[in-house]
Protein backbone atom coordinates (compact mmCIF):
# COMPACT_ATOMS: atom_id res chain seq x y z
CA UNK A 1 0.00 0.00 0.00
CA UNK A 2 1.34 3.57 -0.91
CA UNK A 3 0.71 6.40 1.28
CA UNK A 4 -1.24 8.39 -1.27
CA UNK A 5 -4.01 5.41 -0.75
CA UNK A 6 -7.35 7.47 -1.03
CA UNK A 7 -10.44 5.29 0.42
CA UNK A 8 -12.33 4.20 -2.12
CA UNK A 9 -15.63 5.16 -0.77
CA UNK A 10 -13.53 9.30 -1.55
CA UNK A 11 -12.23 8.33 -4.90
CA UNK A 12 -15.43 6.58 -5.95
CA UNK A 13 -17.65 9.61 -4.77
CA UNK A 14 -20.17 9.92 -7.44
CA UNK A 15 -19.57 13.14 -9.05
CA UNK A 16 -22.79 13.53 -11.20
CA UNK A 17 -26.39 12.25 -11.25
CA UNK A 18 -26.06 9.67 -13.24
CA UNK A 19 -23.15 7.85 -11.29
CA UNK A 20 -25.60 7.80 -8.24
CA UNK A 21 -26.00 4.76 -7.07
CA UNK A 22 -29.37 3.07 -6.30
CA UNK A 23 -31.33 6.50 -5.95
CA UNK A 24 -33.35 6.07 -9.66
CA UNK A 25 -36.47 8.07 -8.19
CA UNK A 26 -34.45 10.86 -7.00
CA UNK A 27 -32.03 11.22 -9.89
CA UNK A 28 -35.51 11.60 -12.10
CA UNK A 29 -37.79 13.72 -10.17
CA UNK A 30 -34.62 15.97 -9.16
CA UNK A 31 -33.08 16.18 -12.76
CA UNK A 32 -37.11 16.87 -14.13
CA UNK A 33 -37.25 19.75 -11.95
CA UNK A 34 -34.38 21.23 -12.63
CA UNK A 35 -34.65 20.71 -16.46
CA UNK A 36 -37.84 22.39 -15.92
CA UNK A 37 -36.74 25.71 -13.82
CA UNK A 38 -38.66 24.39 -10.65
CA UNK A 39 -36.09 24.74 -8.14
CA UNK A 40 -37.04 24.46 -4.58
CA UNK A 41 -35.54 26.86 -1.63
CA UNK A 42 -35.25 24.12 0.41
CA UNK A 43 -34.28 20.29 0.12
CA UNK A 44 -34.14 17.52 2.83
CA UNK A 45 -32.34 14.43 2.59
CA UNK A 46 -32.87 11.51 4.41
CA UNK A 47 -31.91 8.37 4.74
CA UNK A 48 -29.49 5.76 6.46
CA UNK A 49 -25.37 6.65 6.47
CA UNK A 50 -23.82 6.09 3.24
CA UNK A 51 -26.66 6.35 0.53
CA UNK A 52 -25.49 9.35 -1.16
CA UNK A 53 -27.10 12.46 1.08
CA UNK A 54 -23.50 14.19 0.98
CA UNK A 55 -22.85 13.29 -2.67
CA UNK A 56 -26.47 14.32 -3.73
CA UNK A 57 -26.14 17.70 -2.16
CA UNK A 58 -22.63 18.46 -3.80
CA UNK A 59 -24.15 17.46 -7.21
CA UNK A 60 -27.43 19.57 -6.66
CA UNK A 61 -24.98 22.60 -5.83
CA UNK A 62 -22.86 22.05 -9.04
CA UNK A 63 -26.02 21.62 -11.08
CA UNK A 64 -27.09 25.04 -9.66
CA UNK A 65 -23.64 27.19 -9.98
CA UNK A 66 -22.17 25.23 -12.92
CA UNK A 67 -20.91 27.57 -15.29
CA UNK A 68 -20.59 25.66 -18.36
CA UNK A 69 -24.26 26.36 -18.94
CA UNK A 70 -26.92 29.79 -18.77
CA UNK A 71 -28.78 28.53 -15.54
CA UNK A 72 -28.66 25.12 -13.53
CA UNK A 73 -28.16 21.79 -15.42
CA UNK A 74 -29.02 18.71 -14.46
CA UNK A 75 -25.52 17.87 -16.24
CA UNK A 76 -23.00 19.85 -14.37
CA UNK A 77 -19.86 19.56 -16.55
CA UNK A 78 -17.57 18.58 -14.06
CA UNK A 79 -14.58 20.53 -14.78
CA UNK A 80 -15.54 24.12 -14.58
CA UNK A 81 -14.12 26.61 -12.01
CA UNK A 82 -17.09 26.20 -9.72
CA UNK A 83 -17.78 22.19 -10.55
CA UNK A 84 -14.38 21.61 -9.10
CA UNK A 85 -14.53 23.97 -5.93
CA UNK A 86 -17.65 22.25 -5.08
CA UNK A 87 -16.71 18.66 -5.76
CA UNK A 88 -13.08 19.79 -3.67
CA UNK A 89 -15.62 21.39 -0.46
CA UNK A 90 -14.24 24.76 -1.21
CA UNK A 91 -16.68 27.08 -3.09
CA UNK A 92 -16.82 30.20 -1.31
CA UNK A 93 -20.77 30.28 -2.34
CA UNK A 94 -21.64 26.69 -1.23
CA UNK A 95 -21.63 26.28 2.63
CA UNK A 96 -21.16 22.51 4.22
CA UNK A 97 -22.31 22.79 7.97
CA UNK A 98 -21.95 19.85 9.89
CA UNK A 99 -24.80 20.13 12.31
CA UNK A 100 -23.00 18.11 14.84
CA UNK A 101 -20.17 20.76 15.54
CA UNK A 102 -22.21 23.50 15.21
CA UNK A 103 -25.29 23.11 17.44
CA UNK A 104 -25.49 26.22 19.16
CA UNK A 105 -27.70 29.40 17.61
CA UNK A 106 -24.49 31.77 17.31
CA UNK A 107 -23.24 29.74 14.87
CA UNK A 108 -26.06 29.35 12.98
CA UNK A 109 -27.16 32.64 13.72
CA UNK A 110 -23.75 34.01 11.65
CA UNK A 111 -24.25 31.33 9.25
CA UNK A 112 -27.68 32.59 8.43
CA UNK A 113 -26.58 36.33 8.25
CA UNK A 114 -24.23 36.13 5.88
CA UNK A 115 -27.40 34.60 3.18
CA UNK A 116 -28.53 37.96 2.59
CA UNK A 117 -25.54 38.89 0.78
CA UNK A 118 -25.57 38.10 -2.65
CA UNK A 119 -23.35 34.60 -3.87
CA UNK A 120 -19.54 35.74 -5.01
CA UNK A 121 -19.08 33.30 -7.88
CA UNK A 122 -22.12 31.38 -8.22
CA UNK A 123 -25.85 31.81 -9.50
CA UNK A 124 -27.02 30.33 -5.76
CA UNK A 125 -25.71 30.53 -1.93
CA UNK A 126 -26.25 27.17 -1.28
CA UNK A 127 -26.11 25.98 2.36
CA UNK A 128 -25.46 21.90 3.12
CA UNK A 129 -26.19 21.43 6.55
CA UNK A 130 -25.35 17.55 7.19
CA UNK A 131 -26.83 15.96 10.45
CA UNK A 132 -29.44 18.84 10.93
CA UNK A 133 -31.21 16.93 13.41
CA UNK A 134 -28.56 17.38 15.64
CA UNK A 135 -28.90 21.46 15.90
CA UNK A 136 -30.38 22.82 18.87
CA UNK A 137 -34.33 24.01 19.51
CA UNK A 138 -32.91 27.48 19.29
CA UNK A 139 -30.90 26.95 16.03
CA UNK A 140 -33.85 25.31 14.32
CA UNK A 141 -36.00 28.43 15.01
CA UNK A 142 -33.36 30.86 13.69
CA UNK A 143 -33.18 28.58 10.69
CA UNK A 144 -36.80 28.59 10.50
CA UNK A 145 -37.04 32.00 10.40
CA UNK A 146 -34.52 32.46 6.99
CA UNK A 147 -36.74 29.06 5.81
CA UNK A 148 -39.80 31.08 6.14
CA UNK A 149 -38.64 34.16 3.92
CA UNK A 150 -35.53 33.10 1.68
CA UNK A 151 -33.75 35.19 -0.29
CA UNK A 152 -34.06 34.82 -3.61
CA UNK A 153 -30.57 33.42 -4.15
CA UNK A 154 -30.23 30.97 -1.45
CA UNK A 155 -30.90 27.09 -1.22
CA UNK A 156 -31.07 24.96 1.44
CA UNK A 157 -29.93 21.19 1.85
CA UNK A 158 -30.68 19.71 4.75
CA UNK A 159 -29.31 15.96 5.19
CA UNK A 160 -30.24 13.50 7.69
CA UNK A 161 -30.04 10.27 9.07
CA UNK A 162 -32.83 10.47 11.51
CA UNK A 163 -35.65 12.70 10.11
CA UNK A 164 -38.43 12.36 12.67
CA UNK A 165 -35.64 14.24 15.20
CA UNK A 166 -36.59 16.95 12.47
CA UNK A 167 -39.32 19.61 13.39
CA UNK A 168 -42.32 19.23 11.18
CA UNK A 169 -42.07 23.33 10.56
CA UNK A 170 -38.87 22.77 9.19
CA UNK A 171 -39.94 19.94 7.12
CA UNK A 172 -42.98 21.16 6.03
CA UNK A 173 -40.72 24.32 4.36
CA UNK A 174 -38.55 21.45 2.55
CA UNK A 175 -38.71 19.33 -0.54
CA UNK A 176 -37.80 15.55 0.91
CA UNK A 177 -36.23 13.37 -0.58
CA UNK A 178 -35.40 9.38 0.61
CA UNK A 179 -32.68 7.71 -0.29
CA UNK A 180 -33.22 4.14 -0.31
CA UNK A 181 -31.30 1.51 0.93
CA UNK A 182 -29.22 0.39 -2.34
CA UNK A 183 -29.95 -3.07 -2.91
CA UNK A 184 -27.42 -6.00 -3.04
CA UNK A 185 -27.65 -6.54 -6.61
CA UNK A 186 -26.69 -2.72 -7.13
CA UNK A 187 -23.48 -2.62 -5.16
CA UNK A 188 -22.38 -5.99 -6.57
CA UNK A 189 -22.07 -4.30 -9.86
CA UNK A 190 -20.70 -1.35 -8.55
CA UNK A 191 -18.00 -3.08 -6.51
CA UNK A 192 -17.06 -4.93 -9.50
CA UNK A 193 -16.72 -2.05 -11.86
CA UNK A 194 -14.22 -0.27 -9.29
CA UNK A 195 -12.17 -4.45 -8.62
CA UNK A 196 -11.99 -3.75 -12.24
CA UNK A 197 -11.00 -0.52 -12.42
CA UNK A 198 -8.71 -0.74 -9.05
CA UNK A 199 -7.20 -3.99 -10.82
CA UNK A 200 -8.23 -6.34 -7.76
CA UNK A 201 -9.34 -9.58 -7.99
CA UNK A 202 -12.71 -10.07 -6.24
CA UNK A 203 -14.87 -13.50 -6.86
CA UNK A 204 -18.67 -13.39 -6.98
CA UNK A 205 -18.89 -15.04 -3.84
CA UNK A 206 -16.38 -12.66 -2.01
CA UNK A 207 -18.32 -9.62 -3.57
CA UNK A 208 -21.61 -11.06 -2.66
CA UNK A 209 -21.12 -10.84 1.05
CA UNK A 210 -19.72 -8.18 0.93
CA UNK A 211 -22.71 -6.54 -0.27
CA UNK A 212 -24.68 -7.87 2.13
CA UNK A 213 -23.04 -6.61 4.80
CA UNK A 214 -22.85 -3.10 3.39
CA UNK A 215 -26.64 -3.45 3.96
CA UNK A 216 -27.89 -1.13 1.36
CA UNK A 217 -24.69 1.77 2.54
CA UNK A 218 -22.38 1.99 -0.63
CA UNK A 219 -19.41 3.82 1.86
CA UNK A 220 -19.66 1.11 4.59
CA UNK A 221 -19.84 -1.66 1.55
CA UNK A 222 -16.35 0.34 -0.01
CA UNK A 223 -15.00 0.78 3.61
CA UNK A 224 -15.44 -2.94 4.24
CA UNK A 225 -13.60 -3.65 0.45
CA UNK A 226 -10.61 -1.26 1.48
CA UNK A 227 -10.34 -3.48 4.25
CA UNK A 228 -10.59 -6.79 2.14
CA UNK A 229 -8.07 -5.67 -0.34
CA UNK A 230 -5.35 -4.23 2.57
CA UNK A 231 -5.75 -7.81 4.29
CA UNK A 232 -5.18 -9.65 0.93
CA UNK A 233 -3.30 -7.70 -1.39
CA UNK A 234 -5.48 -7.48 -4.17
CA UNK A 235 -7.12 -11.13 -4.43
CA UNK A 236 -10.30 -10.45 -2.14
CA UNK A 237 -12.16 -14.07 -2.05
CA UNK A 238 -14.79 -15.42 0.45
CA UNK A 239 -12.58 -17.14 3.05
CA UNK A 240 -10.88 -13.96 3.57
CA UNK A 241 -13.71 -11.95 3.46
CA UNK A 242 -15.54 -14.70 5.48
CA UNK A 243 -12.26 -14.29 8.43
CA UNK A 244 -12.82 -10.41 7.79
CA UNK A 245 -16.49 -10.36 8.98
CA UNK A 246 -16.09 -13.06 11.82
CA UNK A 247 -18.70 -14.91 10.00
CA UNK A 248 -19.84 -18.42 10.15
CA UNK A 249 -20.01 -20.40 6.49
CA UNK A 250 -23.74 -20.55 6.13
CA UNK A 251 -23.81 -24.57 5.65
CA UNK A 252 -22.54 -24.46 9.08
CA UNK A 253 -25.35 -21.83 9.95
CA UNK A 254 -27.91 -23.82 8.71
CA UNK A 255 -26.35 -27.62 10.17
CA UNK A 256 -26.56 -25.48 13.74
CA UNK A 257 -29.84 -24.37 13.01
CA UNK A 258 -30.61 -28.76 12.19
CA UNK A 259 -29.09 -29.32 15.55
CA UNK A 260 -31.11 -27.01 17.52
CA UNK A 261 -34.26 -27.87 16.29
CA UNK A 262 -33.67 -31.87 17.00
CA UNK A 263 -33.05 -31.69 20.59
CA UNK A 264 -29.80 -32.65 20.96
CA UNK A 265 -28.48 -29.90 23.62
CA UNK A 266 -24.68 -31.31 24.23
CA UNK A 267 -24.63 -31.51 20.21
CA UNK A 268 -25.69 -27.92 20.29
CA UNK A 269 -23.62 -26.93 22.87
CA UNK A 270 -20.42 -28.68 21.70
CA UNK A 271 -20.96 -26.49 17.79
CA UNK A 272 -21.66 -23.49 19.75
CA UNK A 273 -17.84 -24.08 21.20
CA UNK A 274 -16.95 -24.70 17.87
CA UNK A 275 -17.78 -21.67 16.25
CA UNK A 276 -16.41 -19.59 18.48
CA UNK A 277 -13.28 -21.12 18.93
CA UNK A 278 -13.32 -20.87 15.02
CA UNK A 279 -13.28 -16.80 15.82
CA UNK A 280 -16.91 -15.98 14.80
CA UNK A 281 -18.55 -13.14 15.64
CA UNK A 282 -21.54 -14.22 17.96
CA UNK A 283 -23.85 -10.91 17.25
CA UNK A 284 -23.14 -11.63 13.46
CA UNK A 285 -24.02 -15.17 14.17
CA UNK A 286 -27.57 -14.63 15.75
CA UNK A 287 -28.34 -12.23 12.75
CA UNK A 288 -27.23 -15.54 10.85
CA UNK A 289 -29.55 -17.41 12.13
CA UNK A 290 -31.92 -15.16 12.21
CA UNK A 291 -31.93 -14.92 8.56
CA UNK A 292 -32.13 -18.59 8.36
CA UNK A 293 -35.39 -18.36 10.50
CA UNK A 294 -36.82 -15.80 8.59
CA UNK A 295 -36.27 -17.46 5.13
CA UNK A 296 -37.18 -21.10 7.15
CA UNK A 297 -40.49 -19.36 7.86
CA UNK A 298 -40.47 -18.22 4.24
CA UNK A 299 -40.23 -21.29 2.89
CA UNK A 300 -42.18 -23.44 5.08
CA UNK A 301 -44.85 -25.86 3.55
CA UNK A 302 -47.62 -24.10 5.69
CA UNK A 303 -46.93 -20.52 3.96
CA UNK A 304 -45.44 -21.72 1.02
CA UNK A 305 -44.01 -18.81 -0.41
CA UNK A 306 -41.57 -19.90 -2.64
CA UNK A 307 -38.70 -22.60 -2.28
CA UNK A 308 -36.28 -19.86 -1.49
CA UNK A 309 -34.45 -19.49 -4.66
CA UNK A 310 -33.83 -16.08 -3.94
CA UNK A 311 -32.76 -16.82 -0.76
CA UNK A 312 -28.98 -16.42 0.04
CA UNK A 313 -29.06 -20.23 0.45
CA UNK A 314 -27.24 -22.67 -1.93
CA UNK A 315 -29.53 -25.86 -3.35
CA UNK A 316 -27.74 -27.95 -1.12
CA UNK A 317 -28.66 -25.57 1.70
CA UNK A 318 -31.85 -24.69 1.26
CA UNK A 319 -32.90 -28.56 0.73
CA UNK A 320 -31.56 -29.38 4.09
CA UNK A 321 -33.75 -26.59 5.07
CA UNK A 322 -36.62 -28.12 3.69
CA UNK A 323 -35.74 -31.65 5.54
CA UNK A 324 -36.24 -29.19 8.56
CA UNK A 325 -39.02 -27.85 8.19
CA UNK A 326 -40.99 -30.98 7.72
CA UNK A 327 -40.55 -31.79 11.26
CA UNK A 328 -40.35 -28.38 12.59
CA UNK A 329 -43.96 -26.43 12.87
CA UNK A 330 -44.59 -22.97 11.75
CA UNK A 331 -45.37 -22.23 15.36
CA UNK A 332 -41.66 -23.80 16.52
CA UNK A 333 -39.53 -21.32 13.68
CA UNK A 334 -41.68 -18.56 14.94
CA UNK A 335 -41.60 -19.15 18.52
CA UNK A 336 -37.35 -19.69 17.97
CA UNK A 337 -37.28 -15.84 16.23
CA UNK A 338 -38.65 -14.27 19.12
CA UNK A 339 -36.08 -16.10 21.30
CA UNK A 340 -33.80 -14.97 19.05
CA UNK A 341 -35.29 -11.25 18.86
CA UNK A 342 -34.61 -10.59 22.74
CA UNK A 343 -31.63 -12.12 22.43
CA UNK A 344 -30.23 -9.38 20.52
CA UNK A 345 -29.88 -6.66 22.44
CA UNK A 346 -28.92 -9.28 25.79
CA UNK A 347 -25.94 -10.26 23.62
CA UNK A 348 -24.90 -6.62 22.48
CA UNK A 349 -24.86 -5.79 26.53
CA UNK A 350 -23.60 -8.48 28.05
CA UNK A 351 -20.09 -8.71 29.03
CA UNK A 352 -20.18 -12.39 28.39
CA UNK A 353 -21.46 -12.28 24.89
CA UNK A 354 -20.69 -16.81 25.20
CA UNK A 355 -22.45 -17.64 28.17
CA UNK A 356 -24.93 -15.02 26.96
CA UNK A 357 -25.39 -17.07 23.69
CA UNK A 358 -24.72 -20.49 25.61
CA UNK A 359 -28.09 -19.94 27.56
CA UNK A 360 -29.61 -18.99 24.57
CA UNK A 361 -28.94 -21.82 22.75
CA UNK A 362 -31.00 -23.68 25.64
CA UNK A 363 -33.73 -21.71 25.81
CA UNK A 364 -33.96 -22.02 22.01
CA UNK A 365 -34.30 -25.97 22.55
CA UNK A 366 -36.81 -25.94 25.05
CA UNK A 367 -38.87 -23.39 23.30
CA UNK A 368 -38.80 -26.01 19.62
CA UNK A 369 -39.21 -28.97 22.67
CA UNK A 370 -42.48 -27.54 24.05
CA UNK A 371 -45.85 -27.76 22.57
CA UNK A 372 -47.82 -24.37 22.44
CA UNK A 373 -50.20 -22.56 24.91
CA UNK A 374 -52.99 -23.42 22.32
CA UNK A 375 -51.87 -26.88 22.48
CA UNK A 376 -51.58 -27.32 26.03
CA UNK A 377 -55.39 -25.89 26.07
CA UNK A 378 -56.12 -28.46 23.51
CA UNK A 379 -54.62 -31.61 24.91
CA UNK A 380 -55.60 -30.60 28.64
CA UNK A 381 -59.63 -30.07 28.42
CA UNK A 382 -59.78 -30.93 32.38
CA UNK A 383 -62.26 -28.75 33.23
CA UNK A 384 -61.64 -25.98 35.80
CA UNK A 385 -62.02 -27.22 39.59
CA UNK A 386 -64.91 -25.17 41.15
CA UNK A 387 -64.08 -22.49 43.76
CA UNK A 388 -67.23 -22.22 45.16
CA UNK A 389 -70.21 -23.99 45.47
CA UNK A 390 -69.51 -27.17 42.87
CA UNK A 391 -72.60 -27.94 41.48
CA UNK A 392 -73.03 -31.80 39.86
CA UNK A 393 -71.97 -31.58 36.43
CA UNK A 394 -74.63 -33.41 34.94
CA UNK A 395 -77.49 -30.68 36.21
CA UNK A 396 -75.66 -28.24 33.91
CA UNK A 397 -76.05 -30.73 31.12
CA UNK A 398 -79.56 -31.07 31.23
CA UNK A 399 -80.75 -27.53 31.36
CA UNK A 400 -78.48 -25.28 29.02
CA UNK A 401 -79.41 -22.20 30.94
CA UNK A 402 -78.55 -23.08 34.94
CA UNK A 403 -76.16 -21.29 36.41
CA UNK A 404 -75.20 -22.82 39.18
CA UNK A 405 -71.02 -21.73 40.04
CA UNK A 406 -68.76 -19.29 39.04
CA UNK A 407 -67.37 -20.89 36.26
CA UNK A 408 -70.98 -21.38 34.25
CA UNK A 409 -71.63 -17.71 34.68
CA UNK A 410 -68.53 -16.48 32.91
CA UNK A 411 -69.24 -19.06 30.44
CA UNK A 412 -73.05 -18.06 30.18
CA UNK A 413 -71.79 -14.70 29.81
CA UNK A 414 -69.53 -15.27 27.18
CA UNK A 415 -71.77 -18.04 24.92
CA UNK A 416 -74.61 -14.85 25.14
CA UNK A 417 -71.82 -12.54 24.06
CA UNK A 418 -72.36 -10.23 26.99
CA UNK A 419 -68.76 -9.09 26.47
CA UNK A 420 -68.71 -6.16 28.17
CA UNK A 421 -70.53 -7.44 31.29
CA UNK A 422 -68.23 -10.23 31.27
CA UNK A 423 -65.09 -7.97 31.24
CA UNK A 424 -66.06 -6.32 34.22
CA UNK A 425 -67.13 -9.46 35.84
CA UNK A 426 -63.92 -11.24 34.97
CA UNK A 427 -61.95 -8.66 36.11
CA UNK A 428 -63.47 -7.10 39.21
CA UNK A 429 -66.16 -10.02 40.68
CA UNK A 430 -65.17 -12.24 43.23
CA UNK A 431 -68.23 -15.15 43.55
CA UNK A 432 -68.87 -15.26 47.15
CA UNK A 433 -71.34 -18.19 47.01
CA UNK A 434 -73.72 -18.79 44.24
CA UNK A 435 -76.71 -21.83 43.74
CA UNK A 436 -79.99 -21.63 41.69
CA UNK A 437 -81.20 -17.90 41.64
CA UNK A 438 -79.29 -16.36 44.50
CA UNK A 439 -75.59 -15.02 43.76
CA UNK A 440 -73.65 -13.34 47.04
CA UNK A 441 -70.53 -11.68 45.21
CA UNK A 442 -67.99 -8.95 46.20
CA UNK A 443 -67.56 -5.94 43.42
CA UNK A 444 -63.66 -5.06 44.04
CA UNK A 445 -64.15 -2.03 41.75
CA UNK A 446 -67.82 -0.94 43.03
CA UNK A 447 -69.56 0.07 40.17
CA UNK A 448 -72.85 1.20 40.68
CA UNK A 449 -74.54 -0.09 37.35
CA UNK A 450 -73.07 -3.77 37.49
CA UNK A 451 -75.40 -5.08 39.74
CA UNK A 452 -78.72 -3.55 37.82
CA UNK A 453 -76.61 -5.05 34.48
CA UNK A 454 -76.35 -8.41 35.65
CA UNK A 455 -79.29 -9.01 37.24
CA UNK A 456 -81.61 -7.65 34.62
CA UNK A 457 -79.36 -10.26 32.14
CA UNK A 458 -79.98 -12.86 34.95
CA UNK A 459 -83.51 -12.82 34.44
CA UNK A 460 -83.52 -12.44 30.51
CA UNK A 461 -80.81 -16.02 30.43
CA UNK A 462 -82.38 -18.10 32.93
CA UNK A 463 -85.81 -17.01 32.64
CA UNK A 464 -86.18 -16.12 36.32
CA UNK A 465 -85.71 -12.89 38.55
CA UNK A 466 -82.48 -13.44 40.93
CA UNK A 467 -81.69 -12.53 44.03
CA UNK A 468 -77.79 -10.97 44.30
CA UNK A 469 -76.45 -9.85 47.84
CA UNK A 470 -73.32 -7.17 46.99
CA UNK A 471 -71.14 -8.78 50.30
CA UNK A 472 -69.46 -5.77 51.64
CA UNK A 473 -66.28 -7.38 52.43
CA UNK A 474 -64.11 -9.69 50.26
CA UNK A 475 -64.38 -13.16 50.54
CA UNK A 476 -60.74 -14.05 49.21
CA UNK A 477 -61.64 -15.89 45.93
CA UNK A 478 -60.11 -15.01 42.64
CA UNK A 479 -61.78 -13.38 39.75
CA UNK A 480 -62.27 -14.77 36.63
CA UNK A 481 -59.26 -13.57 35.43
CA UNK A 482 -56.79 -14.54 37.98
CA UNK A 483 -58.87 -18.14 38.20
CA UNK A 484 -57.92 -18.74 34.71
CA UNK A 485 -54.32 -17.24 35.00
CA UNK A 486 -53.65 -19.77 38.43
CA UNK A 487 -55.06 -22.54 36.02
CA UNK A 488 -52.83 -21.91 33.58
CA UNK A 489 -49.97 -21.31 35.88
CA UNK A 490 -50.10 -24.42 37.23
CA UNK A 491 -50.26 -27.04 34.15
CA UNK A 492 -46.53 -28.15 34.29
CA UNK A 493 -45.48 -27.50 31.27
CA UNK A 494 -46.97 -23.94 31.78
CA UNK A 495 -44.71 -23.61 34.61
CA UNK A 496 -41.78 -25.10 32.73
CA UNK A 497 -42.36 -22.39 29.84
CA UNK A 498 -42.69 -19.44 32.83
CA UNK A 499 -39.68 -20.08 34.08
CA UNK A 500 -37.94 -20.07 30.79
CA UNK A 501 -38.42 -16.06 31.27
CA UNK A 502 -37.45 -14.42 34.51
CA UNK A 503 -40.17 -12.22 36.26
CA UNK A 504 -43.13 -13.17 33.27
CA UNK A 505 -46.65 -13.22 34.06
CA UNK A 506 -49.56 -14.37 31.98
CA UNK A 507 -51.30 -11.09 30.55
CA UNK A 508 -53.61 -12.92 28.34
CA UNK A 509 -55.85 -15.87 27.21
CA UNK A 510 -56.78 -16.37 24.48
CA UNK A 511 -58.72 -19.54 23.12
ZN1 LIG B 1 -19.39 23.01 -14.32
Redesign the pocket.
Known amino acids: MDNNYTVLARKYRSQDFKSLIGQDVLVKTLTTAINTGRIAHAYIFTGIRGTGKTSTARILA ?1 ALN ?3 SDGPTAT ?5 E ?2 RAIAAGQHIDVMEIDAASHTGVDNIRDILDAAQYRPTNGRYKVYIIDEVHMLSTAAFNALLKTLEEPPAHVIFILATTEIRKVPVTILSRCQRFDLVRVPVDTLKKHFNWIAANEKIELTDAANELLARAADGSVRDGLSLLDQAIAQTGGHVDEAAVMDMLKRADRNVVVDFMDTILSGDTARALEMSDTIYTNGADLVMLLNDMMEWTHWATRMHPAINAGDGANSPYTADQREKTRKINSRVSLNTLSRIWQVMVAAVSEMQMSGNQKQCFDMLIVRMMHIADMPSVQEILKSNPKPAPQTVAPAPQTAAQNTENKIESAQDLGHAMQKDKQILLYTYFSENVEVCEISDGRLNYFDRKGDKDFAHKLSTWLEKYTGKPWTLVHSAQSCHVPTAIEHQQQELASDPMMAQAMGLFEGAEIVEVSK
Open positions: KCLAPCGVCNC
